[in-house]
């Protein structure tokens, strides 16, 4: 059975920074096709980060420059380092690999 599961999420202020984790289980996965999604209280789910073929990575246009989205392939884990967090980061972060989803982890950036 594969699994997804996300850590690192919590509270933190603006300006502040957190480490998504996303850690695999029941397969191995490659480091294209996996990503991160997020989804804030009353909007649609967005896409934030996407680790592509080669290591090409591309990022929604708003967290160009302060999230950096990467892979172990040796843990089978995909992060997402969060830098410079704004009050619009606040959301619920999903990881997707593949057809595959996690549960998610609250991120909630305070003024």
Known sequence: QVQ??????????AGGSLRLSCA???RTFSSA????YRQAP???REFVAISGYLGST????SVKGRFTIS?????NTLYLQM????????????????QYWGQ????????
């Open 24 to 26: 695999a289980s029941g």
């Open 71 to 75: 892979t172990d392939n040796a843990k």
């Open 33 to 36: 096709n996996m990503g991160w």
């Open 83 to 98: 830098n410079s967090l704004k009050n619009e980061d606040t959301a619920h972060y999903y990881c997707y690999a593949l």
């Open 58 to 61: 591309y990022y929604l246009e």
């Open 104 to 111: 998610g982890t609250q991120v909630t950036v305070s003024s």
């Open 42 to 44: 009353g909007k649609e």
């Open 4 to 13: 997804l599961v996300e850590s690192g999420g919590g509270l933190v202020q």
